[in-house]
């Protein structure tokens, strides 16, 4: 399985990104050493969606609280870049892709990283990395 994350990332071109505590979502929990990711410079923080592809090179989960009843779970990652995007793939070209049940790679990503806005990482189909391959 493959992995993405949409948070905030202060240089677009460091050769490697460590993100602490990060909210998981659809399977995104199951990161772990040496699977890809594909990273979103996340637009609310002022970034510009698709930016890099690379390979986790750290994983750690983040302890539950025991006063909390509720809670997402949490991951720290570190990454190491293998790609820079080639073209633009952000919020304005997937809010298009809104039939959920269309079984698209695009409405996959729209979905998961879009119809909310908080930042994440999320498990990825291979459908949806093979597709997110071709920005590359």
């Known amino acids: 399985m493959a992995f993405a994350i949409k948070a905030e990332v202060e240089d677009p071109l460091a050769q490697t990104f460590s993100f602490a505590a990060q909210k998981t979502m659809y399977g ?14 996340s637009e609310n923080e002022g970034g510009q969606g698709l930016i890099a592809r690379g390979v986790v090179t750290s994983s750690e989960p983040i302890p539950r609280r025991p006063d909390l009843e509720r809670q997402t779970p949490r991951v720290s990652v ?3 870049r293998t790609a820079l995007v080639a ?4 919020r304005d070209e997937l809010k298009r892709f809104k039939d959920w049940n269309d079984g698209r790679p695009e409405t996959e990503i729209n979905f998961k990283f879009y119809r909310q806005a908080t930042n994440k990482i999320v498990g ?13």
């Open 87 to 90: 073209r633009r793939l952000g």
């Open 78 to 80: 570190s990454i190491r």
């Open 28 to 41: 995104g929990k199951l990161i772990a050493e040496g699977d890809t990711i594909f990273v979103f410079a």
């Open 124 to 136: 990825i189909s291979d459908e949806a990395a093979a597709f997110l391959d071709g920005f590359f």
